[in-house]
């Protein structure tokens, strides 16, 4: 019986890997380092080499194993072909025929924070939902979208990339895509900060976060939780931008639920309150009072969705 799943999230510095059984729950989870010199070339051979280390020390054989789920940092094309991941060094890479090649095992592959988002919905914060939006907070916008239980890719793998939706009109430099409207230049962790460094610069007004040498956007958080008036200006931009986002969303798919994680989500209700008034005064009348959530996995929601898509996919 194949009861064994092996869930891999392809990070640019280190590659979370998850070995789950459908009785038992996690057997082991663990990293390895992405070797991204020369273009990425060792990564599939390494994940390879753990997979099989991971069989030998548990005694398992591919008769016993479902398969591997994997997220990689990038779009994907049919749950195989990635089209470009800068971060990991590879241009069009079929991922699922080469690991595949390699571990005689069914391989499947999605986008990270779409596997992210499946993670949640399964096991997480929204596993009361099948639909659900999950926005990630970090050094840039990520999403993910999850409509019956299932990914919401798109034609070409870029289906739930809301952190490029065009919603942003007072930005003084370009997104990495190239454009100038995108939500991550306000929503981000990168984006608050940066916007925090352009008010403190731009008046004199009182505020703990001058007081900072290195500040962060977690410092930003903090001190709008300690009632700055400032930071709260910062957190207020970022939310007006979210909450629109998210009612452009909603607009489309209604989900039961949105879902927020990423380092800056820690903030909880700091970040989450104004989004949801945002949200609410935007949305469609009918779809006011959607939950919004912070998201509870952390690290662990990639490797979890990248089981569940082997289930779904099988």
């Known amino acids: ?100 090649r390699r571990t005689g095992l069914p391989v499947y592959v999605e986008n990270d924070a779409n596997i992210a988002a499946l993670g949640e919905q399964w096991k997480g914060a929204g ?72 008010l403190l610069s731009e008046t004199e007004q009182p505020s703990a976060m001058r007081e900072i040498e290195e500040l962060t956007a977690k410092d930003v958080c903090d001190c709008c939780a300690a009632g700055d008036a400032l930071a709260q200006q910062c957190i207020d931009h970022a939310a007006e931008v979210l909450g629109t986002a998210l009612a452009c969303i909603g607009c489309i798919i209604n989900p039961e639920a949105f879902l927020f994680g990423g380092g800056m989500a820690a903030a909880g209700d700091v970040l989450l309150a104004p989004i949801r008034r945002v949200y609410d005064a935007k949305v469609f009348p009918p779809l006011r009072g959607t939950p919004i959530l912070q998201a509870t996995l952390g690290n662990e929601a990639g490797i979890t969705g990248a089981v569940r898509l082997v289930q779904i996919e099988q």
């Not at 099948?130 to 919401?152: C, E, P, S, Y």
Request: glycine share 16%; with cysteine; hydrophobic share 40%.
């Open 127 to 198: 596993k009361e939902y099948q639909n659900v939006a999950l926005l990630t907070l970090g050094t840039g916008v990520g999403g993910g979208i999850i409509l019956d239980g299932k990914i919401v890719s798109g034609f070409q793998g870029g289906g739930g990339e809301v952190g490029h939706l065009p919603v942003v009109h007072d930005a003084d430099h370009d997104c990495n895509c190239g454009k100038s409207d995108c939500v991550e230049l306000a929503g981000s962790a990168t984006g608050v900060l940066s916007y925090a460094k352009k």
């Open 1 to 100: 019986m194949k009861e064994y799943y092996f869930g891999v999230d392809v990070g640019g510095t280190t590659v979370k890997m998850g070995l789950y059984s459908e009785k038992a729950g996690w057997i082991k989870k663990w990293e390895i380092p992405t070797r991204t010199e020369n273009g990425g070339v060792h990564v599939l051979d390494d994940i390879a080499a753990a997979v099989y280390a991971a069989q030998q020390e548990f005694d398992l054989d591919n008769a016993r194993t479902a398969g591997i789920g994997i997220g990689v940092p990038g779009p994907v094309l049919k749950k195989s072909i990635v089209n470009g991941c800068v971060n990991v060094g590879w241009d069009v890479v079929n991922v699922a025929e080469e690991l595949g």
